[in-house]
């Protein structure tokens, strides 16, 4: 059979119109443009409160809050209530159940990482032709190098390898063990001692942004700040006496000291987005800003968060703990500046990268077994989030198990023995005539954004901020009606209706409380064990001088020669 050239020419056109054309529109195929630039910055124990964008005036944040404005706030936006198990579900899109990241975090002197059977995000993206780096805090493993970012897919690492470390001296202190954690690649950078950790991140991060040659493929900066981490017990909360003395208005000295922390980190958030301007980078980027966990409050590790309205904090599975400050920015996003209530866990990041980076087809490369799922095209479009469930986590060792379906959230067991259950200042100032509106467009951020005409209107941004202030529902001030100890009931909580988890519906809804708790019996089953080991006295840094370092590549107990021709004595 014979087709005449018109007939091919119809069904040319045909295929073109509804098969090649709506591709194409939805930027899939054909795509000239170049693939954008990936930032993410990983802000490290920000409380819910501590950004100008929810609501709280006593922290000024410009930079941060001028992303948000123009870009999407995220505020059903899930992490895992400590730093390890939220770092490994950014790396690999999976539960920190299934990579046995569940329990607690990873010490300086345990002999495990991140397992290197795992694909990381840096390692897929490369793959599409991104160079990655890495500026600041690893904490996903260094006892030997082969878990460091260096050989992980990241190009250049300036940072630290354990979870906290001194702003000044770089030094960290575990379990009554203290040494330098400062690394430049797998270098010790004893050089940098004395300059502020937050100032070595970033400029660690606009050198890579300034040297970067986008003819020669696109960029994946991971930017994970030490900052608002507590620094060692000695001095927890380091940071330069101007900056304090700009935050007369915060009457609790702690706090003041956290907040310089949070406004250092905010200065590099403009920083890096000005870098991003001059090198012309800006237009053709996707910049997230998020948080790690919940934030500490009153005094929780030694610091001085706030989640407010939020109940719990840090390392607990209450919302203040698992409910982060987060932000995505870029003008790829079609519908932008507005609050989203898009249910978003961490470990959706990698698939939502790799669709943003490489289309639908790149998501056909994942490994197996990825919890996350991407989320592209519903910030794209403004569409429903595909993830119905977040499995908050599952730890059995504490004893303690929360996850959430649609707008139902179930938490069974809790840490520290309810300790931490309640809800903690400070609100920070509410009232929105406080918040300094001409700091935004003054801000690093807010000119590189007016440049791309992106700021919204001085209107739009109030409006926004009023979108973004969480409320309660006439919280009451005694506390918990859920005692959610290892032996009592599981609670039940509707977090649309009651964000700020005050009633307990465990009794008034049996049938979804059944439900939720087949769904983590389920969940359970497919659990991998905790990977948690004890610290090998090999690790102690007093065998390495005094440096956090990878001991498990050398063979100590043989006696063997190691940094140079120091004696090592066991
Ligand atoms: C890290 O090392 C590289 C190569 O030696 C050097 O160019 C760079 O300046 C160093 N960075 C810092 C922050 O010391
Ligand atoms: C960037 O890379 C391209 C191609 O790899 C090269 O031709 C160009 O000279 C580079 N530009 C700079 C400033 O190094
Ligand atoms: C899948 O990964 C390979 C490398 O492992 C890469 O070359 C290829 O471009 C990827 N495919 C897609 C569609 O992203
Ligand atoms: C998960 O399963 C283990 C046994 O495999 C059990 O010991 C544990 O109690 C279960 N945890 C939860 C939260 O159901
Ligand atoms: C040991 O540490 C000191 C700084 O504390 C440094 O100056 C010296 O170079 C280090 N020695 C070796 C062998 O790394």
Same mark, same amino acid.
């Given at each position: 059979m014979?087709? +005449?050239?018109?007939?091919?020419?119809m069904?040319f056109l045909?295929?073109?119109i509804f098969?090649?054309?709506?591709?194409?529109l939805?930027g899939?195929?054909?795509?000239?443009?170049p693939?954008p630039?990936?930032?993410?910055i990983?802000a490290?124990?920000?409380g819910f409160?501590?950004v *100008?964008f929810?609501?709280s005036?006593?922290?000024?944040?410009?930079n941060?809050?001028?992303l948000?404005?123009?870009g999407?706030i995220?505020?059903?936006?899930?992490?895992?209530?400590?730093?390890?198990?939220?770092r490994?579900?950014l790396m690999? *899109?999976?539960?920190?159940?299934?990579?046995?990241?569940?329990?607690?975090?990873l010490?300086?002197a345990?002999?495990?990482g991140?397992?290197l059977?795992?694909k990381?995000l840096p390692?897929?993206?490369?793959d599409?032709?991104?160079?990655?780096?890495?500026a600041?805090k690893w904490?996903?493993?260094?006892?030997k190098l082969?878990y460091?970012?260096?050989?992980r897919g990241?190009?250049s690492h300036?940072?630290?390898w354990?979870?906290h470390?001194d702003? +000044?001296?770089?030094?960290?202190?575990?379990?009554?063990?203290?040494?330098?954690?400062?690394?430049?690649g797998t270098?010790?950078?004893y050089?940098?001692? *004395?300059?502020?950790?937050?100032d070595v991140?970033?400029?660690?991060?606009?050198?890579v942004?300034?040297?970067?040659?986008t003819t020669s493929?696109p960029l994946f900066?991971y930017?994970a700040?030490?900052?608002?981490?507590?620094?060692n017990?000695y001095?927890?909360?380091p940071?330069?006496?101007?900056?304090v003395m700009k935050?007369?208005?915060?009457?609790h000295?702690?706090?003041r000291?956290?907040?310089?922390?949070v406004t250092?980190?905010?200065?590099?958030?403009?920083l890096?987005v000005d870098?991003?301007r001059k090198?012309?980078m800006?237009?053709?980027?996707?910049?997230i800003?998020s948080?790690?966990n919940?934030?500490?409050?009153?005094g929780?590790?030694l610091?001085?968060?706030?989640?407010?309205?939020?109940k719990?904090v840090k390392?607990?599975l209450?919302?203040?703990?698992?409910?982060?400050a987060?932000?995505?920015?870029?003008?790829l996003?079609k519908?932008?500046?507005?609050?989203?209530?898009q249910?978003?866990?961490?470990?959706?990041?990698l698939?939502?990268l790799l669709e943003?980076?490489g289309?639908a087809?790149?998501?056909s490369?994942l490994?197996?077994?990825i919890d996350?799922?991407?989320i592209w095209?519903?910030?794209?479009?403004?569409?429903p989030?595909?993830?119905?469930k977040?499995?908050?986590?599952?730890d059995?060792i504490w004893g303690?198990a929360g996850?959430s379906?649609g707008d139902?959230k179930l938490?069974?067991g809790?840490?520290?023995y309810?300790k931490?259950d309640?809800?903690y200042g400070?609100?920070?100032?509410?009232d929105?005539?406080?918040y300094d509106?001409q700091q935004?467009?003054?801000?690093r951020s807010?000119?590189?954004?007016?440049?791309l005409?992106m700021?919204p209107?001085?209107?739009?941004?109030?409006?926004l901020?009023a979108a973004?202030?969480?409320?309660?529902?006439g919280?009451s001030?005694?506390?918990?009606?859920c005692?959610?100890t290892?032996?009592?009931?599981?609670?039940l909580f509707?977090?649309h209706?009651?964000p700020?988890?005050q009633?307990?519906?465990?009794e008034?809804?049996?049938?979804?409380l059944?439900?939720l708790?087949?769904?983590l019996?389920y969940q359970n089953?497919?659990a991998?064990?905790p990977?948690?080991?004890?610290?090998d006295?090999?690790?102690?840094?007093?065998?390495?001088?005094?440096?956090w370092?990878?001991?498990?590549?050398y063979d100590?107990l043989?006696n063997?020669?190691v940094?140079?021709?120091?004696?090592?004595?066991?």
């Amino acid at each position: 059979m014979r087709l +005449n050239s018109d007939k091919f020419t119809m069904l040319f056109l045909w295929l073109f119109i509804f098969l090649i054309l709506p591709q194409f529109l939805k930027g899939e195929v054909g795509n000239s443009s170049p693939k954008p630039n990936i930032i993410f910055i990983l802000a490290d124990d920000l409380g819910f409160n501590d950004v *100008g964008f929810h609501g709280s005036a006593q922290i000024p944040t410009p930079n941060i809050d001028a992303l948000a404005y123009s870009g999407i706030i995220l505020n059903r936006y899930y992490v895992t209530p400590i730093c390890t198990p939220s770092r490994s579900a950014l790396m690999t *899109g999976k539960y920190p159940i299934h990579t046995g990241m569940q329990h607690a975090v990873l010490y300086a002197a345990e002999p495990r990482g991140l397992s290197l059977k795992e694909k990381i995000l840096p390692q897929y993206l490369n793959d599409l032709g991104y160079t990655s780096h890495i500026a600041g805090k690893w904490h996903l493993g260094h006892w030997k190098l082969k878990y460091t970012p260096l050989f992980r897919g990241f190009s250049s690492h300036v940072g630290f390898w354990s979870g906290h470390h001194d702003y +000044n001296d770089h030094t960290a202190v575990e379990n009554d063990e203290w040494g330098l954690d400062m690394r430049n690649g797998t270098e010790v950078a004893y050089d940098l001692h *004395g300059r502020y950790t937050t100032d070595v991140i970033t400029d660690h991060a606009v050198k890579v942004i300034a040297n970067h040659n986008t003819t020669s493929g696109p960029l994946f900066l991971y930017v994970a700040h030490a900052a608002c981490h507590s620094s060692n017990p000695y001095n927890p909360l380091p940071v330069p006496d101007n900056e304090v003395m700009k935050l007369g208005h915060i009457p609790h000295y702690k706090r003041r000291k956290f907040a310089a922390m949070v406004t250092k980190m905010d200065e590099s958030v403009g920083l890096i987005v000005d870098q991003l301007r001059k090198s012309n980078m800006l237009e053709n980027s996707i910049i997230i800003f998020s948080s790690d966990n919940g934030g500490p409050a009153q005094g929780f590790n030694l610091n001085f968060a706030s989640n407010y309205p939020l109940k719990g904090v840090k390392n607990t599975l209450w919302e203040g703990g698992v409910r982060a400050a987060g932000l995505i920015w870029s003008p790829l996003l079609k519908s932008r500046q507005r609050v989203s209530t898009q249910t978003i866990h961490i470990s959706d990041w990698l698939p939502t990268l790799l669709e943003a980076a490489g289309g639908a087809a790149a998501l056909s490369n994942l490994s197996k077994g990825i919890d996350g799922q991407s989320i592209w095209q519903a910030l794209v479009h403004d569409e429903p989030s595909p993830r119905l469930k977040v499995i908050h986590n599952i730890d059995d060792i504490w004893g303690s198990a929360g996850l959430s379906v649609g707008d139902w959230k179930l938490v069974k067991g809790t840490n520290y023995y309810g300790k931490w259950d309640g809800w903690y200042g400070p609100a920070g100032e509410r009232d929105p005539h406080l918040y300094d509106w001409q700091q935004i467009p003054k801000s690093r951020s807010g000119k590189a954004l007016n440049g791309l005409k992106m700021l919204p209107s001085q209107a739009e941004q109030q409006r926004l901020r009023a979108a973004a202030t969480v409320k309660c529902l006439g919280q009451s001030p005694q506390g918990s009606s859920c005692k959610a100890t290892a032996f009592s009931a599981p609670c039940l909580f509707n977090i649309h209706d009651d964000p700020c988890e005050q009633f307990n519906l465990a009794e008034q809804y049996p049938k979804v409380l059944k439900a939720l708790m087949e769904e983590l019996k389920y969940q359970n089953s497919t659990a991998v064990p905790p990977a948690n080991k004890p610290g090998d006295r090999r690790a102690s840094p007093k065998y390495w001088n005094y440096t956090w370092t990878n001991f498990g590549d050398y063979d100590l107990l043989n006696n063997k020669p190691v940094l140079g021709d120091l004696k090592v004595v066991l």
